[in-house]
């Protein structure tokens, strides 16, 4: 088997992808545009039961999901794709939305410091 990628710019390439619902499609292309998206056809094809997707922990771990952002920022990228197509606007907003998220949620940078 030939190792496949599969990124947000050919994601619907899937086969199995067709199962989704169009909130799933909605939230892949909405988060996918914010936080980082890769997977393979090994994940996709032997890794994902697409039957219980729901239940699924490698399909929530591996595609973006609606609750990887909070409401705002969801907002604010939806709206930016449903009005362009411009690359660096949609660039632009997930720069914004990136640079709002928390990347040390458990207080790392404030409990890890040397004394």
Do not use: C
């Not at 890769?38 to 595609?63: A, G, R």
Request: aromatic fraction near 6%; hydrophobic fraction near 35%; proline fraction near 5%.
């Amino acid at each position: 088997m030939k190792l496949q990628s599969y990124a947000l710019h050919n994601y619907k390439n899937i086969e199995q992808i067709g199962k989704l619902s169009a909130e799933q499609i909605e939230a892949i292309e909405v988060v996918g545009n914010v936080l980082p998206f890769k997977t393979n056809n090994y994940v996709v094809n032997e890794l994902i039961n697409w039957d219980n997707l729901e239940n699924d922990p490698m399909f929530k771990l591996t595609f973006p999901q609606k609750g990887m952002l909070n409401e705002e920022h969801y907002k604010a990228m939806k709206i930016v794709l449903d009005h362009t197509s411009n690359r660096d606007e949609i660039k632009n907003m997930a720069n914004i939305i990136r640079n709002e998220l928390n990347p040390h949620p458990a207080g790392q940078v404030e409990h890890n410091v040397p004394k």
